[in-house]
């Protein structure tokens, strides 16, 4: 296992340094370069940039010096110093910009995956154990609809099903009442009044997506023969089922947990815009827009580290639940 | 009656004989085909589709409206109703000509039928200046399927320009619904290659290559769309918009495939009949077109179909966001972007209406791609 | 409403024209008792009840029936963290009594009002105090000072300030911080030996106080300390407009000294110093040398939220935009209590300010200002939702936010806008590809554009048929008003507009594949004519435009792109770098007089998209292309600022509108002499039928802190 772990962590570090080189490319992609726009700022009412302040400047993002020279610069001083540079269009670090948004991103992803794994994992049960059922179709059709409707629609049409019912469009985390009051627990219900919708938006696909594979990994797992021997040596199909059933086909989906905490991380982002979320989605957003290239860039970088992260978790955990996956791995 | 069942019960066990025999001579892909047709909800959702694609391939000449033209005198009109009866009176299809009013208190317009003015629908015709178009591309031609005599049909209303959102959701689905078949291509392509030379080769090839599928896979989707959408030049003409954006879309989405692909050698180069055709001789590259391949295309054919409702969320999405197709070029997502306001659901409602059209396809295909992945192993 | 705006600008050509003749005539009577000439604190009030009352008689039982200050503030007092009210605020006789807005009943104080963030220029005016005031009959208002006086030969201007006045962190309030701010930040940040601004951007305002000699040579005030509540501004000419140029541009000509010393350059050995050195002109103790790290690091201090770049973005950031940084002692009725990444900003009372309303109680009433972080879309909604209580909004979301007025329990209220145009296209004079900018500043081009639109049905589409549809101008009835000027060339006319466009040489008359003209000749030959309009963030008008003028510009073969901002500021940004951008679609540009406000019309600043970076032409000495008009424009820019008589102002601003006449660089399509505000009913004392421009603060001159919440 340690020697797996090992393995898995190089190729980890490797994966990084490959998906910062990636990311640098990315944000270096829009035509001209970030400073043209700074330029413009320090030009702000009136104020005057010399010459060799912009040369200076240039200097300080090696922007004069070939691709490599630059990411390098870049690269570096968020592996060593934890920089990630200056986000020009909010006139401060990257690092600020990130500390007052991750709180809030992160705890509305885990919330969402609470609800994704608490909802999907009993659905998913009771669906393949009444296969056929009302409810099985009942589930199944919902699953599907909730699919085929993208995010920001599902958002709109959440919203204004809110202001019908309550006058209240619900948009943001609080109230604007308690959006700055001391924590009560009227604050808390107010919070989880408006987590209703943003949990419910981002985690409907994965639930929907997890709900579909319980079902069939359950459904395969009833199929299989060890449930047959022991029926017939009178275990109760209660007990077959929740005993074992239930856990073999939980494996794979415990082990997707990486998987999801990071595509509910970047389901957040859409979302995130419509509902007026407190999220990084919708920083990245204008800092894409405003070609603010670091912050976008730091961003996506971020998401990226998370997805590896997560895979790295969803490996480990799939390896420990399944030593054959181990095996396989080491065996290359 | 009982005469004619028995006269019938006849031909229908002969059929089921030769049915039987069929079924045991056919082809895998019969088979397949076979047992689609039997998954009901697929077949609906294969011919809604058909219709669909029909009406994008059509749209110019569906739609009453190019994208470029709009009449500020219908800014926010309601769909216009068609008639057949005035008056008791059957006419045939018409509308009734549209009256504008101002609220003199909000100044709000309200379109109000105009019960004198008649516009009966002319079907075939010579719509009018500034929806010209071109058959495919090549040829000049500006009838329309239906236009209003002396007036204005609105079939879903107008949006906040005056556009036909009828036209626009017509000649939207042309982007909306094509994208994503263009995307799954180009990504059947970049992951059949990929993933085919990772897995016939193996070794230092196969390790690249799984390097980079994983960078690639680390990438969460939807912000690198957004980064790299973000990166086109505006200036750029919706043609080539269309194509980068296809490429953006394939560009996240092959890796995925490309691992399905080289599992799937892995586990086939293992087969029997490969190590048969390996012996006798045959070369890589028909080793890999001719008999590998083949042997697991219909999965990815279900694979693929299952990925296109993605796409069309994507493009949808990227495209609602202002970073994919910009007005006056159309697409679902781009019509959808008025929507995002609590007021025009509340004033405007029949904005919404192309929701419907991204929820039905991207439906259709999830049943359809469901079908097909039943039909896949039609031995089961 | 176009009487009412007559009205005010002539008031305001009279009040000028005092001045002048106080300036022309050595010999004229100047009152030497403070608070008597023109704008004076309590002249408000002279029907009122002295505010003696709330004094050291305060403590008196009987007073006690209605409270004079706010709970929360009264709960601090009790519990010994904070002064007690009369210590807090100015004496008796200093104090600011607000007897005009006033509310007639006796309102309870707390609550929160919230509005959205619309960034700094949006609620910095809402709670700002200037020196001076200028109100909309066109005189001034003394406001944190007490009032002046004026020399006989016009050119020493002593100001009074108020006795026992404090920051928001309760320091005293003298003269010293105002003649610190004018000699230790506002003229060091301008280099002796260019003229131009080095770090903090509060330099911008230096040519406010200064007058042209005999030579025409701009000569600097001097400001000086008189004692604790007096100082001197004196001219080296007379200056008719001193006063309104305080009002209008360096609102705050004040900084806390205390607080500053440590976190402003003062090094008379540093490169770009040009600050006097003499500390007794300040008054008090002398002030330590600071160098830019000292102060960066000094600032860090403070507060982990002064965490900048460079000592330039420093001064630009706490000297110039302070309102932005929590712990900023100001003057203000709230400040701002968080971080900017806030979604939300809150803006807390601030516990002396030194205004009263008619009864003696401390304002403001409310106790709290949020400004809400959303995306411009979400206004309406959230206003009929009640997420927010204040909306401003313009004739294209009229019908929305007048129908759900009863949803929504709100009121629109419909103020005054004295917009040269409100929906308009500025093609910059100086974008830095000279082909481009050779055809901009070809006049027939920009005569093309103006008439193949279609103002009518932009009226219809972008503004609900509310609007007129005009030519960039001044309306009729206002000072700066040319007959004919709003009605030139806006007829539709597409043939016409062709024939000019066939005329133009290096452009082509065919049209290429897509339906373009492209140029002929030069580094574009061959390529579309392709431009690309600046639009605001999220302003669906601005988009509605962009596209109209795609297709009304299709017709003359030119390709029209947009380029959309999110965030406003950036779009800002892009328009102060002067030559990065083609063009921008606005939709309300002009000038309320262009005598005291020439900004948006004239050549003195680089913001405003047409004139770019000829905005700068007074410190960059740039010349611009002959037969553009644009020397022009610059000379009269220059004439006005250096005027000393009232004459020349008013000539100087003549030829600046002419200039605009004549030129019409900046097309304006349709204009509307309203804006609307939607406020919730819980708020009261909403004052509106206000003149709503930037001169006048926006919503700050409504005087948000009479406003008073009940449920």
Redesign the interface.
Known sequence: MVKFIVRKLLIMALTVFLISLAVFFIITLPPGDFLTNYIGRLLAAGEQVNPAEIEALRAAYALDQPFFVQFWRWFSNIILRGDFGYSFSLSMPVTSVIKAYIVPTMALSIVTMLFTYLVSIPVGIYSAVHQYSFGDYAFTTICFLGQAVPNFLMAILLMFLAFKLTGDTMLGLFSPKFQNAPWSWERVLDLLKHCIIPVLVIGLNNTCGLIRTMRSQMLDELNKNYVMTGRAKGMKARAIRYKYCVRAAVNPIASSIGWSLVSIFTGTTITAIVLNLPSMGTVMYNALINQDMFLAGSWLFLMAIATVIGTFISDVLLAWLDPRARKEYLKG | MEMKDKTKKTPVRKSQEKKSDKYYYASQWQLMGRKFRKHKLAMISAFVLMIFYLIAILGNFIAPQGT?Q?D??Y?NCAPTPVHLFHEGKFVGPFVYGLKME??P?????HFAEDTEKICRLRFFTEGDEGGEYKWFGLIPSNIHLFKAEDGKVFLFGTD???RDLFSRVVLGAQISLFIPVAGMLMTLVLGLAIGSLAGYFGGWVDTVIQ??I???????????W???S??I???M?PAQVFMLMTVILSLVSWPGLARVVRSKFISVKKEDFIMAARISGAPADKLITRHMIPSFLSYIIVDMTMAI?GLI?GE??LS????GL???ATSWGVL?Q??????T???YNWKLIP?IF??LS??AF??MGDGLRDAADPYK | MKKRIAAMLLALVMIAGVFAGCAGQPTATTPTTPASNSGTANSGNTDTTKPADNGNQQAAPAEEAIEKEAPMLAAQVKDGKLPPLEERIPTAEDVYVEAKYSPEETPSYGGVVRTYNNGMWYWGPFCEEPLFRLLDDGTVEANVAKGYDLSDDGLVYTIHLREGMKWSDGTPFTATDCVYYYNYVLVTDVDNETGKITKSNAGRNYGWYKTTDENGILRPAQVRYVDDLTFTITLYSPKPTLLQAICIDNKWMFCPKEWYKDIMVNDASAPHWSGETDLKLIGGEGLPTITEEEALANALKKSELYNFENFSKLGDQLGYRYWQYAGRPTLRPWNIVNALTDQTLVFERNPYYWKVDKDGRQLPYIDTVEFVGMDQNLWAQEEIAGNIDVARFDAGDFPIYKASEAVGNYTVYTEISPSWSSVGLELNQSYKDLQYRALFQNIDFRHALSIAADRNEINEIIGNGMMTPAQFAAPEGTGDYIAGAPQKWVEYDVAAANKLLDGIEGISKELNADGFRTFVGGEHDGQAITIELETRANAPSDAQLVALLAKYYKALGLQIVESNNTDNNARNERYYAGDIFMGAVNSSSGSFNVMLRPDAVAANRNNSAFVGKYGLEHQDALTPEPGTGLAELIDATKALVSANKLEELQAASKRIAQAHYDNTWVIGFCVSDRTYDAVNNRVHNFRSGFVNCDELRFLGYTKPYTWFIQD
């Open positions: 470029e709009y500020g005198k800014v101002r609220d208190v909000t100044y709000m317009a906040n320009m005056g390097r980079i994983e960078v690639v896979r680390s990438f969460p989707q939807v912000p690198l957004m980064a790299l973000a990166a030049p505006k200036t003409k409702p969320i949808t999405t609602f966001l202002g970073l910009r007005s006056p959808l008025e929507t995002n306001k609590l007021e659901i509340m004033f929701m991204v929820f991207v439906l999830n049943f």
